[in-house]
Nanobody
C-alpha cells in the first residue's frame, strides 16, 4: 500500500527554523502534485503549500509566504518543507499529502508535530 512518511518535526523557539521531510513509498508519487497541510489544536486542517510534479510551480498559504519553502527531490521521492522565522501560531501537526491520478488529495501521511515556543 502506498505510503507517505513525515519526519523532522520537533520543538523550536520562536524565530527558529525546521525542515520537514516526507518520503513516499512508490515511484508513482514523483508524478503527483505534493503538498503540506497542518492542523492546530481545535482548528480545521488547512493547506500550507503545494508543489507541481516537476517542481516548476509552488503555491503557499498567505500565512507562510516568505517564510516557508516547499521543494521536492523526485529521485528520492521526497518532498520538503523548509520553515523559517517560525511563530507560535505555526504550532500544529503537519501532514504531507499527494494528489494521485484522481482529483483531490488521495494520500496522507501520519503527521509530525511542530511546536514553536516563545
Amino acid at each position: 500500500q502506498a505510503q507517505l512518511v513525515e519526519s523532522g518535526g520537533g520543538l523550536v523557539q520562536t524565530g527558529g527554523s525546521l525542515r520537514l521531510s516526507c518520503a513516499a513509498s512508490e515511484r508513482a508519487f514523483s508524478t503527483y502534485t505534493l503538498g503540506w497541510f497542518r492542523q492546530a489544536p481545535g482548528k480545521e486542517r488547512e493547506p500550507v503549500a503545494a508543489i507541481t510534479p516537476t517542481g516548476g510551480s509552488a503555491w503557499y498559504a498567505d500565512a507562510v509566504k516568505g517564510r516557508f519553502t516547499i521543494s521536492r527531490d523526485n529521485a528520492k521521492i521526497t518532498v520538503y518543507l523548509q520553515m523559517t522565522r517560525l511563530k507560535s501560531e505555526d504550532t500544529a501537526v503537519y501532514y504531507c499529502a499527494a494528489e494521485g491520478v484522481t482529483k483531490g488529495w488521495n494520500y496522507w501521511g501520519q503527521g509530525t508535530q511542530v511546536t514553536v515556543s516563545s
